[in-house]
Each structure stands twice: as C-alpha cells, then as structure tokens.
C-alpha cells in the first residue's frame, strides 16, 4: 500500500466531511509504502489526522504527517 495516496484520500475525506476546518496539511518528505490491511490502516489515519485536527487550538492551524525510520533491530 502506498501511504501517500492512503494520506491524500484521507484528506480529500475529511475536508469534505468538515470543509469548515481550514487547516493546511504538511507531508514534507514522501511516505513509504507498506504491506498492511488496507481497511485498518486507512481508519487509523483517518483517526490521527481527525484528531490533529479536532484538537489544535492554535491560531493557524496545520497539521504534519511523516515517518520516522526504524534501525530494523526488532
């Protein structure tokens, strides 16, 4: 599963879903692509970016979605 278009799908939802959020979404660097159940992973953005939205008090709102890179050693 490529993660970015997972991501901009989520978006596209909810700024539908809540078009009165105005908030900017940053991705500053291209996600990975993943073997995952496509259903969990896409309810498990759509529940991050949800809630980054829902709960961000700040005057300009943005919300960043990246990854971090793990060593392999688990």
Known sequence: ?????????????L???QPQSKVEFRIPQSLKSVQ???AQ?????????SNGIKYNDKPQKWVE???V???GDR
């Open 41 to 49: 992973i896409n309810e498990l953005f759509s529940n991050l970016i």
């Open 65 to 67: 979605i990246g990854c």
């Open 15 to 17: 700024t539908i879903a």
């Open 36 to 38: 995952c159940d496509l």
């Open 1 to 13: 599963m490529n993660l970015n278009k997972l991501v901009q799908q989520v978006i596209g939802t």
């Open 69 to 71: 890179e793990g060593n």
